[in-house]
């Protein structure tokens, strides 16, 4: 039988390019979870005269489709001016591979908005949004809207995983319902902080499980 994969996916998983982690990025983005299935983690440096993509790496944790996404979604974004980079799509992806499996199309798009939200991160660190608002509670749920549950595969805000959120001074606290000692509870303050401390206007995330603060 056939494989579903394109040769050149299959060129892609097997030698995948650009990977590896940037001890010194400039901006980092994670997308998915491994607990529930497939996870990207993307590091960019920006040229920061010509605001050029100047190096990309990606680590990834998934199937063939997700590592091959992983290593075109790089080849794509190196090189491009980070308002260029900012206009790939799953589209792009999914055609340089020479067409993903329908079931697989998911990969491209958690590559792309992998490397959109490491652009934008940024962009708060240096000054580049544009319309520029303070972080208040309604901006940090929105980005914890990307933050998966791995208990049950769905976001930590539509499953009520994060209780209660409060931005003052520049400083954001969030309230989690877990334990301390919960199996996923070190991992998901991580992604939780890793979310919110790009911010451009806050200086310090605080996460609380049950029982703290």
Same mark, same amino acid.
């Given at each position: ?10 060129? $892609?998983?097997?030698?995948? $390019? ?19 299935? #497939? ?6 440096? *920006? #040229? ?34 980070? #308002? ?46 544009? #319309? ?24 930590? *805000?539509?499953?009520?995983?994060? @209780? ?17 000692? $919960? ?11 890793? @979310? ?18």
């Amino acid at each position: 039988m056939a494989l579903p994969y394109s040769d050149i996916i299959i060129e $892609h998983f097997t030698h995948p $390019h650009n990977v590896g982690k940037i001890e010194d990025a400039d901006a980092k983005a994670t997308e998915g979870s491994p607990a529930c299935g #497939d996870m990207v983690k993307l590091y960019i440096k *920006v #040229d920061k005269e010509t605001k050029t993509i100047s190096d990309i790496k990606f680590e990834s944790y998934g199937c063939a489709s997700n590592i091959a996404t992983g290593s075109i979604i790089t080849d794509l974004a190196k090189g491009k001016k980070i #308002d260029d980079a900012k206009k790939l799509n799953w589209k792009e992806a999914d055609k340089a591979l020479g067409g993903l499996p329908p079931v697989k199309v998911h990969c491209a798009v958690l590559a792309v908005d992998a490397l959109k939200t490491a652009i934008e991160n940024y962009e708060h660190q240096h000054g580049l949004v544009k #319309d520029v608002k303070p972080t208040d509670e309604k901006v940090v749920l929105k980005r914890l809207s990307r933050v998966i549950n791995p208990i049950v595969g769905l976001d930590v *805000v539509k499953t009520k995983l994060v @209780r209660k959120v409060s931005v003052e001074n520049k400083t954001v606290k969030i309230w989690i319902t877990l334990p301390p000692d $919960h199996q996923f509870t070190n991992n998901i303050k991580g992604e939780i902080a890793e @979310r919110i401390e790009p911010l451009w206007d806050v200086e310090k995330v605080l996460v609380f499980c049950e029982g703290e603060e």
